[in-house]
C-alpha cells in the first residue's frame, strides 16, 4: 500500500482528491459568442464580488476563527482530561517522573516490593512443603484415594468403642431384658463359655473388618431382601438369629412383616432396637430355648454358622427345628467353600470363621437335627474369574470342534470348581403338621 | 519440562495447498512428524492428520482429515476436517485454510472509532465505501457516490461505516473490522455466514441498499464487523493450527497473552478487589457514547 497508515490524515486527502474531477467531467458544448462574452462579464463580476467579500469578511472571519480556535481546544482538551490513560500519564508525570530524587525513591520501593516478594515466595514455599507433608502423613498405605473409607471405618471404630464402653459401664447392673419371655428358665448360667471368639473377642475389631471386606452393605442387604422376602413373607414371625444392627429386619419389616431380632452384641441390639424392631440381647440358643415349640414361622441366619463350633451350631439346628411351627423354614447363608476361590480368599480372610461348612454337610446336619424337605441355594458365582469358553465354525475340521469341545468341558468344570458360586443357602422345612 | 508432543502426519501424493502453512503454525511444542502406516509411530504422538485420499479403514484416534481436492472421504461425522478456502466441499464447522495474506498493518477499528475518524478527518458522518469492477467510490448512504484512488481502499475499509466488496478488497474490509456487504460468492469463497459475518445482495443496487442501511444501524453494524474479523481470522493459518489442536485434544502449555491487561492481572492472581485493578478497569473502560462499549473483535471484555 502506498500510505503507511489508510486512517491518516494524508490517506483521506488523496481520497478526497480525486472527489473533484468526477464532479466536473461533464463535456460542456461549443460556446456561442454572446455566452462568452456573457461569461468574461460574469467571471469580472465574481472576482470583483470576491474581493469586496474578502475585505469586508476578513474581519469576521477573524473573530469567528478566534472564536472557533478557542472552542476547539477546549474540546480537545476535555477530551484529553476524559482519557483515563492520558490521566494516569499526567498523573505520573505530575508526581515528577523525571526528577532525580523521585526516581531514586521509586527504585527504592521497587527495590523493597521485589524482596518482600521473594520473602513471600519463600514463605508460601515454606507452606506448601508443610502441606505435602501432612499430605504424606495423612496417606498411609493405601494413599489418599481410600482416605473416604478409611473414615468410614475409624468412624465404625469409634462407634464400636462406644458400644463397648457403654457394655462396660451397663453390664453390672443391666436389668434382664424384658422383652425376654420370663417362663422360659434360662438353661446356661455362663453362656459366653464355650461360645466362639468372635461373639467375645475384644482385641479384634469386627466391625471395622467387615466395613472393609464385606462390600457395599446396601447392595448386600438389598440382595438378601431379594433372595429371602418372598420366602419369609408366608412363615411369620421371622427369627433373624445374629441380626446385627437389623438391617434386614428392618426392611423386612416395612413390608409388614412380623420379625424378631437375637444379637448378643448390646451395642448392636440397641441398634436395632432403635429401629422399632423387638430384638432380644442374648445367645440364640439361650432365646430359642426360652420360646415355645412350634411358635415360630422362620428362623434365617445369614453369614453366622461358620462362626459357630461344630456343637453350638448343631445345637442351634435342633432347637430350631423344634421351635418352628410345622411347615416353617430354616434359611441359612453361608460362604460357600466348595468354590476354592471361595476357600481361598474370602473364608480364609475372616479370622473368626471357625469351619468351613460345606453345602452337603450343612444339608446332612439339618437332616440330622429334624428338618425334612432340604434345598440347597447357591449365588454369585465369581463369573470375573471364569475361563471364556471357545467357538469354531460349523464348517471348521472335526478334530478342531472335538478339541474345542473337550477344552470348553475342561474349563465348565475348571470354572465350576475354582470360580463357583461364592455364597449358598440351605433352606429347609419342618415336617408339616400332621392331619387330624 | 515435558518432551514436545507429536502430531503424526500421513500425506499421500496430493500434498494439500495450505498443510505446510499449518504445520508451520502449530504451537511450538506440537511436533508435526510424517507417518506412514507401515513404520512404528513415534514415541510422543497423540493424535493423526490423514489426507482423505490416504484415510485408512480405520484410522487411528483421535485424528483430522485434510479433505484434498477430488478425493472422497465419506462421512466423517465429527471428526475435524480442515480444506482450503474455497473448496467445493466445505461443510459448516470445516476448518477452512486460507492462504491470502493477511493485509500488513491491518488492525480492527471500532465503529467508534471509525466515527472519530471521520469527524477529525472532515469526513461525512455516515459513509459507505464501495469497491467495484470499475473502481473504487465512496459517498454518503443513499447519495450519489464519487470515485477515489484504487490505493485508498484500505483507507475507506478502515472508516466507512460500511463497505460494499468482493473477492480480494472484500478481505482488506474485513481486515479491518469493517461491516461488509458482498455477493454469495465471495462470501462462499471466504467461508463467510451470511448474516452473521457480512450481509449478501444478489445485484448492486441491493448491495448498495443493504450497505445503506447497515451504514444507519451502529449496532448491527458492530456485531457483523466483529464476526467477519473473527472468522477472516479463524481461516489463517494459526488460527485453524489452534483449532486444530483443541478439536484433537492436544493440549500445549498455555501461553501467556501479553496482550489484554486484564487478562495479565488474571494470570498474575491480582486480587479483585486491588487498587491495580480498579487503575486497569479505568484504564479499559468503555468511551462514553460507544456503541460497541468495550468490545474488541477478538475478545470479549466488559469492565
Redesign the interface.
Known amino acids: 500500500m502506498s500510505t503507511p497508515d489508510p486512517t491518516s490524515a494524508e490517506a483521506v486527502e488523496r481520497l478526497r482528491a480525486v472527489d473533484a474531477p468526477p464532479a466536473a467531467p461533464e463535456p460542456a458544448p461549443a460556446p456561442r459568442r454572446w455566452e462568452r462574452t456573457a461569461a468574461r462579464v460574469a467571471g469580472r463580476g465574481r472576482r470583483a464580488a470576491a474581493g469586496l467579500a474578502r475585505r469586508g469578511l476578513k474581519p469576521v472571519l477573524r473573530r469567528a476563527e478566534v472564536e472557533v480556535g478557542s472552542r476547539v481546544q477546549r474540546m480537545v482538551t476535555e477530551a484529553l482530561d476524559g482519557d483515563p490513560a492520558l490521566a494516569q500519564l499526567r498523573e505520573v508525570s505530575e508526581r515528577g517522573g523525571l526528577d532525580p530524587q523521585l526516581i531514586r525513591e521509586r527504585d527504592a520501593t521497587v527495590h523493597s516490593a521485589h524482596v518482600n516478594l521473594e520473602l513471600l515466595k519463600g514463605e508460601l514455599r515454606h507452606v506448601q512443603t508443610t502441606l505435602d507433608e501432612l499430605g504424606m502423613a495423612f496417606a498411609p498405605g493405601t494413599g489418599l484415594a481410600g482416605a473416604g473409607a478409611r473414615y468410614a471405618e475409624l468412624r465404625e471404630s469409634v462407634y464400636a468403642l462406644e458400644r463397648r464402653l457403654r457394655t462396660a459401664g451397663n453390664a453390672p447392673t443391666t436389668p434382664p431384658d424384658p422383652a425376654a419371655p420370663a417362663a422360659a428358665p434360662i438353661a446356661r448360667a455362663t453362656p459366653a463359655e464355650g461360645t466362639p471368639a468372635v461373639l467375645s473377642s475384644t482385641l479384634f475389631d469386627y466391625v471395622g473388618f467387615e466395613r472393609r471386606f464385606r462390600g457395599d452393605p446396601d447392595a448386600i442387604l438389598t440382595t438378601l431382601v431379594d433372595r429371602y422376602a418372598d420366602l419369609l413373607q408366608d412363615h411369620q414371625p421371622v427369627v433373624d438369629v445374629g441380626c446385627g444392627r437389623g438391617e434386614l429386619l428392618g426392611m423386612l419389616a416395612e413390608r409388614g412383616i412380623d420379625v424378631i431380632g437375637v444379637e448378643p452384641d448390646p451395642g448392636m441390639a440397641a441398634e436395632a432396637q432403635a429401629r422399632g424392631i423387638t430384638v432380644h440381647e442374648e445367645l440364640a440358643g439361650d432365646w430359642l430355648r426360652s420360646v415355645p415349640d412350634g411358635s415360630l414361622g422362620a428362623i434365617i441366619t445369614t453369614h453366622v454358622l461358620e462362626h459357630l463350633e461344630l456343637d453350638d451350631m448343631i445345637e442351634l439346628l435342633e432347637l430350631a427345628a423344634v421351635k418352628l411351627g410345622p411347615d416353617s423354614v430354616f434359611i441359612s447363608e453361608t460362604p460357600n467353600p466348595a468354590s476354592l476361590i471361595v476357600l481361598g480368599n474370602s473364608y480364609l480372610l475372616d479370622p473368626t470363621h471357625v469351619r468351613p461348612l460345606h453345602p452337603s454337610l450343612l444339608a446332612f446336619l439339618c437332616e440330622k437335627a429334624g428338618f425334612r424337605d432340604v434345598r440347597l441355594r447357591f449365588y454369585s458365582p465369581a463369573e470375573d474369574y471364569h475361563l471364556p469358553m471357545t467357538a469354531v465354525d460349523e464348517d471348521a475340521p472335526a478334530w478342531a470342534r472335538e478339541l474345542t469341545e473337550s477344552v470348553n468341558k475342561g474349563f465348565s468344570t475348571l470354572n465350576e470348581v475354582l470360580f463357583g458360586p461364592q455364597d449358598y443357602a440351605v433352606i429347609a422345612r419342618t415336617p408339616p403338621a400332621p392331619e387330624s | 519440562m515435558t518432551a514436545p508432543v507429536r502430531l503424526a502426519v500421513h500425506v499421500g501424493r496430493d500434498v494439500p495447498e495450505g498443510l505446510t502453512a499449518v504445520l508451520a503454525a502449530l504451537p511450538p511444542d506440537v511436533q508435526p512428524v510424517a507417518a506412514s502406516e507401515r513404520e512404528a509411530l513415534p514415541e510422543g504422538t497423540v493424535a493423526h492428520l490423514y489426507c482423505s485420499d490416504v484415510l485408512p479403514r480405520r484410522p487411528a484416534t483421535p485424528y483430522a482429515v485434510w479433505r484434498v481436492p477430488g478425493a472422497d472421504a465419506g462421512d466423517l461425522g465429527d471428526v475435524p476436517v480442515l480444506a482450503d478456502a474455497g473448496a467445493e466441499h466445505v461443510r459448516p464447522g470445516d476448518l477452512q485454510v486460507s492462504l491470502r495474506a493477511w ?3 491491518a488492525r480492527p ?1 471500532l465503529p467508534f472509532t471509525r466515527a472519530g ?1 471521520r469527524r477529525v ?1 472532515d ?1 461525512p458522518g455516515r459513509l459507505v465505501g464501495e469497491a467495484r469492477p470499475d473502481g473504487v467510490w ?1 459517498g454518503v448512504p443513499g447519495g450519489q457516490p ?4 484504487l ?2 481502499w ?6 466507512s461505516s460500511a463497505v460494499v466488496a468482493t473477492g480480494e478488497e472484500l478481505w482488506t474490509a474485513l481486515a ?1 473490522a469493517a461491516p461488509a456487504v458482498t455477493d454469495a460468492a465471495g462470501a462462499r469463497l471466504l467461508g463467510l455466514t451470511p448474516d452473521e459475518d457480512v450481509l449478501v445482495g444478489d445485484d448492486p443496487a441491493a448491495r448498495s441498499r443493504l450497505a445503506a442501511e447497515l451504514a444507519d444501524d451502529d449496532l448491527r453494524a458492530a456485531r457483523l464487523a466483529r464476526s467477519g474479523w473473527q472468522t477472516a481470522r479463524s481461516h489463517l493459518p494459526p488460527g485453524v493450527a489452534a483449532d486444530l489442536c483443541r478439536r484433537l485434544g492436544v493440549r500445549t502449555a498455555p501461553h501467556s497473552s501479553v496482550s489484554g491487561l486484564t487478562a495479565a492481572l488474571d494470570a498474575l492472581g491480582t486480587p479483585p478487589h486491588s487498587l491495580v485493578r480498579r ?1 486497569a478497569r ?2 479499559t ?1 468503555a468511551l ?1 457514547g460507544a456503541v460497541t462499549a468495550g468490545w474488541r473483535p477478538h475478545r470479549e471484555e466488559h469492565s
Open positions: 493485509p500488513e498493518a477499528i475518524l478527518r469526513l465512496w464519487a470515485a477515489a484512488p490505493d485508498t484500505p483507507t475507506l475499509a478502515a472508516l479491518w487503575r479505568a484504564a473502560a462514553p
